[in-house]
C-alpha cells in the first residue's frame, strides 16, 4: 500500500477555491489510478473524483461535476483536486486515493490505500 499525504485544506467562504495536493512519502504515485473521496460529519464516505493513471480518463460524482477538477502531474508525483464555487455543503474530510494496482486500465478504479485526510471547511 502507498502511504498518501494530502495537503490544501482549510476554512473558505461559499463561493471561494481551494486546491487540495496529494503525493506519496515512499513511492511515486504516478503508476496508480487516483481518486478523491470525502466524509462529512454523520454520513458515510462518498466518491468525489477519479483519474486514470496517464490521465486520459476521468470522472466525478453529479454532486462536484462541472466545480471540482482532478488533475495529475507524474512528473512531480502529484495528484490535485480543485474545488471552486464551494458550497456549505461540500465540509467535509476529504481523502486522496489509489488504485489497488499499478498501470491498470480497469474501470472503474479499485482503489486500496488512503491518506489520513485534509478538514475543508466551507462557510456560508
Known amino acids: 500500500q502507498l502511504q498518501l499525504v494530502e495537503s490544501g485544506g482549510g476554512l473558505v467562504q461559499a463561493g471561494g477555491s481551494l486546491r487540495l495536493s496529494c503525493t506519496a512519502s515512499?513511492?511515486?504515485?504516478?503508476?496508480?489510478?487516483m481518486g478523491w473521496f470525502r466524509q462529512a460529519p454523520g454520513k458515510e464516505r462518498e466518491f468525489i473524483a477519479a483519474?486514470?493513471?496517464?490521465?486520459?480518463?476521468?470522472d466525478y460524482a453529479d454532486s462536484v461535476r462541472g466545480r471540482f477538477t482532478i488533475s495529475r502531474d507524474n512528473a512531480k508525483n502529484m495528484v490535485y483536486l480543485q474545488m471552486n464555487s464551494l458550497k456549505p455543503e461540500d465540509t467535509a474530510v476529504y481523502y486522496c486515493?489509489?488504485?489497488?494496482?499499478?498501470?491498470?486500465?480497469?474501470?472503474?478504479?479499485?482503489?486500496?490505500?488512503w491518506g489520513q485526510g485534509t478538514q475543508v471547511t466551507v462557510s456560508s
Open positions: 515512499e513511492r511515486t504515485v504516478s503508476r496508480y489510478g
Open positions: 483519474i486514470t493513471w496517464t490521465g486520459g480518463r476521468t
Open positions: 486515493a489509489a488504485s489497488t494496482t499499478l498501470y491498470s486500465y480497469n474501470w472503474p478504479i479499485k482503489f486500496g490505500s
